[in-house]
Structures are given as C-alpha cells and as structure tokens.
C-alpha cells in the first residue's frame, strides 16, 4: 500500500526532483509577477489588466520543463500571438459560436505545427479570442499584439534571465554526451527509425534523445566493467 502511495508523488517527469520543483516554483513567482507588472506599466494600466490567463500555461512550460521544445522561445511567442490571431478572424467570420471555438483551437494546432512553433497554450489564446466576448472582438487584430504578443515576450525576456542563474540551459541547448568505448552505436537514423515505428510524438528533442541514450550507453559500459 505504501509503494502505491509513494508512487501517486513520484515526479512524472524524467529527471525532475525537488530542486527542479522549487526553481519552477520561485521562477512562475518571479516571470509572471514581473510581466504583470511590466505589461501594466508599459500600457499604464493596473498590472494585471493586460495579463492573459494562457500566460499562466505558458508558466509551466518555461519554468518545470525549460528543455522542451514546446517552451523555446519562437514556440512561446509565436504559438500563442499566431493563436491569437487565428481566434480574432475565427470569432469575426463565424461569431463567437462553439463552431468557432472548435475551428479556431484546429487551424491554431495546425498553423503552429507548420511554423514549428508548437505551444499548448496557444490552444487557449485561440479560445479566449473568440469567447473573450466584444470587449476582445472591438481591439480586433490588435488584441494579438496587446496584450498576448506583449505577455509571451515578456515571459521569454524573463524566462531567459532567471534561468542564467537557475543553471537550466534556456534556451535549450543539447548536450553532447561523452562518446562511448564501442564503435559500433546508435546512429540518429537508428532514432528515426525507433520513433517512426512506435508512432507517438515525445516531448523531447531529436537531439536531447540521441545525448540521452549515448550517456545511458555510456553509464552501461562502466556498470559492465569496461575501462
């Protein structure tokens, strides 16, 4: 009964742990505070006026998994101002209807994927335009650019800053793993092939995959004995 419980708390993420959860913790605290605040006095309005609720999504991504290709820069930026867009033309074609809620959240899904700037809250931004009402449909286009354009960069601006000093790689960067003994490894098309056959997209670089399984080999080869 204990294992079942232990593992209800156990990090669903590989290679997360208690540090990782109090720098995502402290650096939502510190990114979202610090866009409220700047988008409000950029606009000289209260701070959190100009705040839009993906935001918080958004959040998550920059700080509890900084290394995901759906947190990068472009994917924060312009998944959500590309959203927003699509939304604003969703909700002035067809009105705020649940056909226009289902139409823009799609073409948002597919627009970023073809601009490979793939980012889950920009689902949300999609939605908020078109059910954020007149208030939203009267800034027209411009409700792209303030405050959801404004927001995803200031998020970026500070998600770049606080993890110069939280020693996360953002934006993220591969790491080269060390090589190991045997010539005979891996290969990036051996991957391709491996993902191709089990038919599912991961959360993770190409990249950030290949350095994974060469250090696992690496750490295989020291556990057999090989020096």
């Known amino acids: 009964m204990r294992n079942r419980f232990d593992r209800l708390f156990t990090p669903l993420l590989a290679g997360a742990n208690w540090r990782d959860r109090l720098i995502a913790t402290a650096g939502a605290l510190i990114g979202v505070g610090l866009t409220a605040l700047t988008c409000g006095l950029f606009a000289g309005t209260p701070e959190v006026s100009l705040l839009v609720a993906p935001m918080g999504a958004s959040a ?24 927003a867009i699509v ?10 209807s649940a056909l226009a ?10 627009l970023m994927s073809v ?20 208030a939203v449909l009267s800034q027209g286009y411009g409700f792209a650019l303030m405050p959801v354009a ?3 960069g200031a998020m970026v601006v500070f998600a770049y800053a606080f993890h110069r000093v939280s020693g996360h790689s953002y934006p993220h960067r591969a790491m080269k793993a060390a090589p190991t003994l045997e010539a005979v490894r891996l290969l990036r098309d051996d991957i391709d092939a491996a993902l191709a056959e089990l038919g599912e997209t991961f959360d993770v670089s190409r990249e950030d995959l290949e350095a994974l399984l060469a250090s696992a080999e690496r750490h295989a080869d020291v556990r057999r004995g090989r020096k």
């Open 60 to 83: 998550v991504l920059l700080y509890a998994v900084p290394a995901s290709p759906l947190a990068q820069p472009w994917p924060v930026f312009g998944g959500n101002t590309v959203s």
């Open 87 to 96: 939304g604003i033309a969703a909700a002035q074609l067809i009105g705020h």
């Open 101 to 110: 809620a289902g139409i823009a959240v799609s073409v948002a899904i597919l």
């Open 115 to 134: 601009l490979r700037c793939l980012h889950p809250p920009g689902g949300a931004c999609a939605l908020l335009a078109v059910l954020g009402g007149p």
């Open 150 to 152: 404004l927001n995803a």
